[in-house]
């Protein structure tokens, strides 16, 4: 069966030069954007009860920008304010530069990895043993950042400061895709619970990380697609190419 109409279980993109845009004028296929999840912050309140003070912390580590967007208004929420000596680690560049959004780059101490996985971080993080540091993160998380920082004796925390929640369909929603594309295990138990009777058929399923498709597989699905590879190293770079040899069938 031909690939017409894709669901992509992301924010729909902000720049118009997105890759996804290529994709479906070159097959001619019907690209939608729509999360399975959604983000919400914990309130002052829940955060307390994890009896966790920021400020016993000199330093913090962002994994993404959901972290820092959550961090800095629970910090607004909580009135604690941040002080200047406070040091940040970022899995990635662009992690890094959206701290700007919340202090001044320039006055900050800020590291950031080259590759995007946590293990990049490990050499900045040795070179500031002495540091205190505390991980953000959601309610559905993994421990690669907790088992790094044990075995290097470094002390920390982890707070969750956000929740990851199913981002339900309405009963007119639409879904007649001829493939789903997910990111996170989340999305995978989303689509089993707004959909229970869901039943695969033809549908094609695409996930991006190791994580994401062993979900597909405990879920009972058949999974079509798994990024990233070595010919694809971006889920855009895999679908082109999926779909090109599907559609060519």
């Not at 999840?37 to 307390?48: D, G, M, N, T």
Request: hydrophobic letters at 40%.
């Amino acid at each position: 069966m031909k690939i017409k109409k894709v669901l992509v279980s992301q924010p729909k993109p902000a720049s118009e030069k997105s890759p996804y845009y290529d994709i479906a004028e070159k097959y001619g296929v019907k690209i939608n954007f729509r999360p399975f999840i959604k983000v919400e912050p914990l309130s002052a309140k829940e955060f307390r009860q994890q009896k966790i003070t920021i400020l016993d912390h000199t330093a913090i580590i962002f994994t993404s920008r959901h972290a820092i967007d959550h961090f800095f208004n629970l910090c607004t929420e909580l009135r604690v304010t941040i002080p200047e000596t406070m040091k940040y680690f970022c899995v990635t560049e662009a992690i890094a530069l959206y701290i700007q959004k919340y202090v001044q780059y320039r006055k900050r101490k800020i590291f950031f990895g080259q590759t995007g996985k946590v293990e990049d971080l490990t050499q900045a993080i040795t070179k500031h043993h002495g540091e205190i540091f505390l991980i953000p993160m959601s309610d559905v998380h993994n421990d690669d950042l907790k088992n790094i920082l044990d075995k290097l004796n470094v002390k920390h925390s982890e707070a969750i400061m956000y929740r990851t929640v199913s981002n339900d369909f309405t009963q007119d929603e639409e879904f007649d895709y001829d493939m789903l594309v997910f990111f996170s295990p989340a999305g995978v138990t989303s689509l089993k619970k707004n959909f229970p009777d869901f039943d695969q058929k033809d549908i094609k399923i695409g996930t991006f990380g190791s994580t994401t498709a062993q979900a597909v597989r405990d879920a009972g699905l058949r999974l079509d697609l798994e990024a990233p590879s070595v010919r694809a190293p971006s889920m855009t770079a895999a679908l082109d190419m999926f779909i090109r040899e599907n559609n060519k069938e």
